[in-house]
């Protein structure tokens, strides 16, 4: 029945851009490196880099499990949360197309962040949205992940990244933003697709939330047989009236 739902397929494309398309960078880390600074290569730099990209993803999921906290006491569902990690990743891939290369750790940092952020959410949402089959849904969203790596990586990145350092003369290295330049304009378009997504998800959680809480709001008011059942109404009709002239209790069904 999850397979059928909207909302699967909707956090499913999110998956398929966040995390296929922070895998790729993380990946190929060195050599979006050695390209952004011009085809100078430092094994120091490039580690620290490394570095830099795993603390990122730790303060992501510190802040998504902070942030949980202060949202429910705002009534606010972590699910609003979706739209954070595709606008990190977009801004991210944007950056590492006009800073030069001895600015690149901002990108990683800013995109690792948003991809800790994803991890944090999503284990967070899915026990929320989906009631049954918690575990199998969340693995599920990985075949997204699997779907976009193979589908960009090699075939896309990898071979625009060959092809230009080869037109440079320079093969197997590249140097200059052209390297990547056309998959991480598609990547960041495909992250504002999963921004959409993730937003929609969102705000049709919050609508079937509410209207269930009404329902239920509106059933725990009511008896068995439709009649609308206060504390007050009870009061009242103490000691008259079927159940409650034997002593029982008003059972609530449902």
């Known amino acids: 029945k999850n397979v059928m739902t909207v909302d ?3 956090l499913w494309v999110w ?3 966040v995390w296929g398309c922070n ?6 880390a060195p050599q979006i490196y050695r390209a952004s600074n011009e085809n100078h290569y430092d094994e120091k730099v490039n580690s620290l880099y490394i570095a830099v990209i795993g603390v990122g993803n730790a303060l992501g999921r510190i802040f998504s499990g902070v942030v949980e ?3 429910m006491k705002r009534g606010v569902s ?3 949360l979706f739209v954070v990690p595709p606008m990190t990743t977009a801004t991210a891939l944007l950056l590492f197309l006009v800073l030069p290369g001895s600015a690149v750790a901002i990108p990683f940092l800013v995109g690792s962040i948003g991809y800790g952020v994803s991890w944090g959410v999503m284990v967070l949402s899915v026990r929320l949205m989906f009631l049954r089959d918690v575990g199998k849904v969340y693995n599920f969203f990985f075949t997204g992940a699997i779907i976009s790596i193979a589908s960009f990586n090699r075939p896309l ?3 625009f990244y060959d092809e230009t350092g080869r037109d440079q003369g320079i093969y197997p290295n590249c140097s200059g933003s052209e390297c990547f330049r056309v998959p991480f304009i598609l990547f960041i378009c495909v992250n504002l697709v999963a921004t959409a997504t993730g937003w929609w998800a ?3 959680w919050v609508a079937n939330f509410f209207n269930k809480k009404e329902d239920e709001d509106l059933l725990l008011a009511k008896d068995g047989e439709g009649n609308v059942c206060t504390d007050e109404a009870e009061k009242n009709s103490g000691g008259s009236g079927g159940n409650q002239q034997n002593g029982d209790s008003v059972a609530l069904q449902f």
């Open 8 to 10: 699967l397929w909707l």
């Open 15 to 17: 998956s398929l851009a």
């Open 23 to 28: 895998i790729i960078i993380i990946v190929n």
């Open 69 to 71: 906290e202060k949202l």
């Open 78 to 80: 972590i699910t609003a």
């Open 157 to 159: 990145f990898g071979y």
């Open 202 to 204: 969102h705000r049709r």
